[in-house]
């Protein structure tokens, strides 16, 4: 079974901080999707790296996909209120339409 | 409207009722998902739809039945559920691209079976 471990599951921190969180796997997948989650909303898609070692950044937001493509790491530099949300990992193994989802990091930045 | 609607956002049912989710995409894509969101549970696929016919149901229990009459309307009929499907229930779109099936997500529909 295919799986992507998301960590940590909780966090939270003060408005300015800077913070990291992981999605890990022992599978191999040909892309790779991070989504944020508003409570009451549907995932919103923030990024897609598909190369490995792939670099983007998206304003104070920067995604990394591991080398090997298993992993991959989210950076938010100088966190603010609105970045408080659920962060959604999400896989594409045999480039098909059935994703394989994390269970996500819940973050909370304290204004 | 853009993006993808979904109505009704909240919906209570007794488990001897018959109701119905609604799913409009307006993004021109080809495919529609329906996904279930529950506590403590990665996203659950359904059911996909891909230019309206059925290309993956997930040992999805008969009592949820879904209908896609064309690319840009899906629906969720649901019957005779239990107390344990109550959850939130997403659908999705996406174009087929090499940029792995993004989806685009409505708000989903907050559903509780009482």
């Known amino acids: 079974t295919q799986l992507l471990e998301q960590s940590p599951q909780f966090l939270s921190i003060q408005e300015g901080e800077n913070l990291t969180v992981y999605c890990n796997s022992s599978s191999v997948f040909s892309s790779l999707q991070w989504y944020r989650q508003e409570p009451g909303e549907g995932p919103v898609l923030l990024v897609t790296v598909v190369t490995g070692g792939e670099v983007k950044k998206l304003k104070r937001l920067t995604f990394q996909f591991g080398d090997a493509r298993k992993d991959s790491s989210l950076h938010i530099t100088a966190a603010q209120p609105g970045d408080t949300g659920l962060y959604l990992c999400a896989g594409n193994a045999g480039n098909n339409r059935k994703l394989i989802w994390g269970l996500g990091t819940s973050l909370a930045v304290n204004p | 409207e853009t993006g993808v609607t979904q109505t009704p956002r909240h919906l209570v049912m007794g488990m001897t009722n018959k109701k119905s989710l609604k799913c409009e995409q307006h993004?021109?894509?080809?495919?529609m998902y329906w996904y279930k969101q529950s506590a403590k549970k990665p996203l659950e696929l359904m059911f996909v739809y891909s230019l309206e016919e059925r290309v993956e149901n997930n040992s999805v229990p008969s009592r949820f039945s879904p209908e896609c009459p064309n690319s840009s309307h899906l629906f969720l009929h649901l019957h005779t559920l239990q107390p344990e499907d109550s959850a939130l229930y997403l659908c999705?779109?996406?174009?087929?691209?090499?940029?792995?099936?993004?989806?685009?997500f409505g708000p989903g529909t907050r559903l509780t079976v009482t």
């Open positions: 999705a779109s996406s174009q087929d691209s090499s940029s792995g099936y993004e989806q685009y």
């Open positions: 993004l021109g894509h080809n495919a």
